[in-house]
């Protein structure tokens, strides 16, 4: 089995999102969970950030979702976290919440275990929210938490970029 290439180091994907980004006259919300914040930090971390960087959320607990997203339990019902739809959903909320022209979402298990909802550590669903929408699920197999919330937070901005490169500018 081969394995797929590997992706470029969190800043370098987030120079290349934020550069699309501003070059673009867009703007991007994030909600995240098992990432912890990582990828509104490394999108914030460039110079410009105010440009396209709109607001992030860590929803890591239903409390989280209900204070920073304004979800209700109407808004969960028939829906766990850790999947495609929930990442979808969360990736809308935070669009729409800060009428940004994007939403990232994503939600999983970092590590060492797996998470309330039986997936395993290395599980995470992703997603992004606009003019467009992707999700992707990923499982790396690993128990690191660490090394699994930046894989993570890497995919989300690789399938952001992904996305963002299959649209017309504004």
Known sequence: MSQPPALPALNV???RVGALLRRRGETVAVAESSTGGLVSAALLALP???AYFVGGAVVYTLQARKALLGLT???L???RPSTEAYAALIARQACGSHGATWGLGESGA???T???YGD???HVCLAVAGRASACLSVETGDTNRAANMDVFARHLLNLFEATLLTQPST
Do not use: H, I, K, Y
Request: no cysteine; charged share 20%; hydrophobic share 45%.
């Open 114 to 116: 797996g998470n309330r």
């Open 120 to 122: 395993a550590a290395g």
């Open 110 to 112: 970092a590590g060492p």
């Open 48 to 50: 410009g950030a105010s």
């Open 73 to 75: 339990e109407a808004d």
């Open 77 to 79: 019902a028939g829906m």
């Open 13 to 15: 994907l987030a120079e």
